[in-house]
């Protein structure tokens, strides 16, 4: 038999999880404010719609809480009651520890957190989850990793790395694409043309996606390097590294002062 697999939430990445699990063997199910948006994915996705989250919760198997943080305690105690040992509560919700939401359901249910980031959206995203509660069956720790296999790539975590984790990858999409503006930038002082230039850096994606990047590692640290012929080059490589760091730096100054 398919598990069923709710949805408390069905915005952005809500809708992009659902997505990826519509062509698995599980049932869709799925509750929100916006009867708009559960109309899309009953149409697209087979979505079964709930008129309170309560009824979802007795319904399905595992429970993903993908609201707001803010909303997120207010969420689970309302669906407690509905909340044993045989379901399993999913939260996608930032900031919010395994242990809060485990105080919340007075540790009726097991809770797995999971950290996506925003390419996500576009099924290419990179999710860290969260195994660490003691309550979880062998089934569950099976299955909440495979349910997000179909939107990018999965990475099992202890809770403390998460902070590291949301540091890297769930910032990272930021600085990647703020670094690729600063090349398109670069060319355009260069003489090219602005839509040239963008498309000349969008094309460097396909390194990413080469041989040579799969099996490429990067230089472990050591001492210093002789001087060589290439001593200049690697001035002008750090020049404008530092010169980067300080866009990012006045951007990031700009975003906090605003």
Not at 21 to 38: Q, W
Not at 109 to 118: D, I, Q, S, Y
Not at 135 to 151: A, N, V
């Amino acid at each position: 038999m398919s598990k069923k697999i709710g949805f408390i939430g069905v915005g952005n990445m809500g809708s992009a999880i659902i997505r990826g699990l519509a062509s698995r063997d599980v049932e869709l199910h799925g509750i929100d404010p916006s009867a708009e948006k559960l109309q899309v994915l009953t149409k697209e996705c087979g979505l079964i719609s709930h008129a309170s989250a309560l009824d979802l919760t007795k319904a399905c198997d595992v429970v993903v809480v993908a609201v707001k943080p803010q909303y997120a305690e207010q969420v689970v105690k309302e669906i407690a009651t509905e909340l044993d040992g045989s379901k399993c509560l999913v939260s996608i919700c930032a900031g919010i520890t395994v242990a809060m939401f485990k105080d919340w359901t007075e540790g009726l249910c097991p809770v797995v957190r999971v950290m996506p980031n925003t390419p996500a959206l576009v099924a290419e995203g990179v999710f860290a989850v969260c195994l660490d509660d003691k309550d979880l069956s062998d089934d569950m720790k099976t299955l909440i990793p495979e349910l997000f296999k179909g939107i990018g790539q999965v990475h099992v975590l202890p809770e403390k790395l998460f902070d590291a984790f949301t540091g890297v990858i769930g910032s990272g999409p930021a600085y990647v694409f703020y670094f690729m503006e600063a090349l398109i930038e670069s060319g355009v002082a260069l003489g090219l043309s602005r839509p040239q230039a963008t498309e000349m850096v969008k094309g460097l994606r396909a390194i990413c996606q080469s041989r040579s990047c799969a099996r490429w590692s990067p230089p472990r640290a050591g001492p210093p390097s002789a001087p060589s012929s290439t001593s200049t080059a690697r001035q002008c490589a750090a020049t404008s590294s530092t010169a980067f760091s300080s866009r990012i730096c006045a951007a990031l100054n700009s975003a906090t002062n605003s």
